[in-house]
């Protein structure tokens, strides 16, 4: 059986569904790009994967008493090869999933979107190039049908492609934050209003939302400052709260402005 999957390699979601397909029978024999193999098996097995230099791939063994090799991915960027193993012994069935190290899994997914990208990019020069084509050679109802035929699939597989993009940018975001790791990010700015502060920020604490920019402050202790973050407003106060005093108001603009989205004067 094969599926078809738009998923970071050898994160948690990835695993749970590997999983959720091995309870069922289905385990897994092979990746190949966001398409996975699987054999049908009677034995209940359970997953893992782990991230593995290349170079030091050639020290993996295909198998052993416990644990058997089922699938590898070679990454170029970073240079790595995501290796998924199972066992069906009962000692492993109880021991906790660990989705393995968060940076790694942050460059594999930029890695993963890198190439979502490019690929949507090519599809849509080659259907534009298609359809011109097409409507430059049509001369019969026929091709006409044909036309709106391959329209609405093409329509349908940029709509998919852009679905599993925005899911792949949302657990992007999720591991930048986890990380702190925001380089290369366009981050939107938000703007921070602490009022009744006795001094400035300490930022350190708070590093975690993104990049603090202090703009100013007034003499009655409100201090403004812009941060460049993945979070939303209401992420940024409860993340506040803790470090600033009882009497601390915080107010947070979005970078959008004063106005929500979709206010009309």
Request: hydrophobic share 50%.
């Amino acid at each position: 059986m094969w599926r078809y999957r738009f998923l970071i390699k050898g994160s948690a979601q990835e695993l749970t569904w590997l999983n959720q397909l091995a309870q069922k029978g289905w385990l897994l024999a092979q990746i190949r790009g966001n398409w996975y193999h699987f054999r049908r098996t009677k034995v209940t097995y359970r997953l893992f994967s782990e991230y593995v230099p290349t170079e030091l791939m050639t020290t993996v063994a295909p198998g052993n008493q416990l644990f058997s090799v089922l699938a590898t991915v070679q990454v170029k960027k970073p240079a790595i090869q995501i290796v998924y193993t199972g066992s069906p012994q009962a000692v492993v069935q109880a021991i906790r999933l660990s989705p393995g190290d968060a940076s790694m899994r942050l460059k594999v997914a930029l890695s993963l979107r890198d190439r979502a990208l490019n690929t949507m990019n090519l599809l849509i020069y080659l259907g534009v190039g298609f359809f011109g084509l097409l409507i430059f050679t049509m001369d019969s109802d026929l091709q006409l049908i044909l036309l709106t035929v391959y329209g609405a699939i093409g329509i349908y597989v940029v709509l998919r492609f852009a679905k599993a993009t925005k899911n792949l940018q949302a657990q992007i975001m999720i591991l930048r934050r986890a990380t702190a790791d925001y380089d290369g990010a366009w981050l939107p700015t938000m703007h921070v209003f602490l009022t009744a502060m006795p001094s400035d920020l300490a930022l350190e604490p708070v590093a975690s939302l993104g990049r603090w920019t202090l703009v100013g402050h007034s003499h009655n202790g409100t201090y403004w400052y812009d941060l460049q973050t993945l979070a939303s407003a209401a992420e940024i106060k409860q993340t506040l709260q803790p470090f600033l005093p009882a009497t601390t108001q915080v107010n947070v603009i979005s970078w959008l402005g004063l106005a929500p989205l979709g206010w009309v004067i």
